[in-house]
């Protein structure tokens, strides 16, 4: 049986997600612009936490923490994306 | 440039809401008259690439790190009305599950790096395919200017909405932004010319797909 190309694809983007613990933590360049500027001390705090700064909460190893964050993002925006997409091209075919 | 809630004032969060929503809603209605099986899972792919390469900060000069958009190799592969939805799900996703991008921040983050990261990619892409030739060559240069560009614009409208909520004076905001973003905009025009340099190698026919 031929292997579904995105198949493939989406192993490349788990293992992308997987070199996230190397990322460079310095500021991004909004953060940056609002630290030398003065008004980094405006932005607030979100009113929940689920998978809060890119760290699975509860584990202790932070490269862990941060795989395992980046692993259910990718997997999730995987689903949530081509479910949206197939329901566009669905209804398309069978307008209610 | 995920914008933290606290950044932009009651106007700006207001009308950058409906912008994105009117934005949004279009892509969807688009998309529905538009899309087809085949691009289905490229739908899924990009979002989850986007995702994955979102957190992976490259360092620029100075203690500073900018990170993909995506929204230009989104815009190339698939459109830019595809791409603002592909980008709306993952900003959505960023801000309700890893709290990077605030709630009331959405609608402005979803505009800066949905809207006009999209369109602003996808069509100096265009115009510089047009001029160089749709070669292999034009394709890659056009995606290094388009994707460079969309970084650009973004920060420039982001610096924009700072400047009209009264957080930082459009003289100070605007050069800070636009300089640093240039600067990472070289990382977004490497990483998205490669991405569609594989594509070519790969699934050359992915790129004969109509744009949406």
């Given at each position: 049986m031929k292997i579904k190309w995105w198949l493939i694809a989406l192993l490349v983007c788990l293992a992308v997600a997987s070199f996230?613990?190397?990322?460079?933590s310095s500021p991004d360049g909004l953060e940056r612009v609002a630290e030398d500027k003065g008004f980094i001390d405006l932005g607030q705090e979100a009113p929940f936490q689920v998978i809060a700064d890119y760290v699975f909460p509860g584990i202790e190893n932070e490269a862990v923490a941060t795989i395992l964050a980046g692993l259910i993002g990718t997997l999730i925006l995987f689903a949530v994306a081509y479910t949206l997409a197939r329901l566009l091209v669905l209804r398309k075919k069978k307008p209610i | 440039m995920h914008i933290p809630d606290g950044f932009l004032n009651i106007a700006t969060v207001a009308t950058t809401y409906a912008v994105s929503a009117g934005g949004v809603g279009n892509a969807v209605r688009i998309a529905n008259k538009k899309l087809g099986e085949r691009q289905v899972p490229l739908m899924g792919i990009l979002a989850a690439f986007i995702f994955a390469a979102q957190m992976l900060n490259f360092p620029v000069a100075g203690g500073t790190s900018g990170h993909l958009i995506g929204a230009a190799l989104a815009a190339i592969l698939l459109g830019p009305w595809a791409s603002v939805l592909i980008m709306s799900c993952v900003l959505l996703a960023q801000c309700l599950?890893?709290?990077?991008?605030g709630l009331l921040a959405l609608g402005a983050n979803i505009f800066n790096m949905g809207i006009v990261a999209s369109f602003s990619g996808y069509y100096l892409y265009r115009l510089v395919t047009s001029l160089l030739g749709n070669s292999r060559r034009g394709k890659l240069i056009g995606s290094f200017i388009g994707a460079w560009g969309s970084v650009f614009l973004a920060s420039i409208v982001c610096a924009i909405e700072l400047a009209v909520s009264g957080a930082s004076p459009i003289g100070v905001a605007l050069p800070a932004m636009a300089g640093i973003h240039a600067l990472i905009g070289i990382g977004e025009g490497l990483i998205t010319s490669a991405v569609l340099s594989l594509v070519l190698v790969?699934?050359?026919?992915?790129?004969?797909l109509q744009r949406i």
């Open positions: 996230s613990p190397l990322a460079s | 599950i890893f709290q990077d991008g790969t699934r050359a026919d992915l790129l004969k």
